[in-house]
């Protein structure tokens, strides 16, 4: 008898997403701290673009860094010609270059 080796079923769709949703939740709010912090900078972010912050917003990193308000982000944004829910993997090399370089 095979019974021995008998697979186990996949997971349901709506739990590998839970799943899935889960795991860019916990590594956002590493990267979150990690820029609170101040081990790794906003604009090092942008110009990295790493899996966890591709679909996060521009506002939602600039927001982390310490003394970083909605007004001053909001401020800021308006002047760099970017709104505040593009999202960091939306960005192009060229607006990610400004943007960092407007960061500094």
Known sequence: MDDATATI???????QALRRANEVRLARAELK???????VTAGEVIL????EAESMTIAELLLSQNRWGATRCSR???NS??????TVGSMTDRQRCALADDLK
Do not use: D, I, S
């Open 48 to 51: 990295a673009c790493p899996w």
């Open 33 to 39: 701290r990690r820029v609170a912090e101040g081990r």
């Open 76 to 78: 800021f944004l308006t």
């Open 81 to 86: 010609g970017l709104t505040e829910t593009k």
């Open 9 to 15: 079923a996949p997971a349901p769709q709506h739990l």
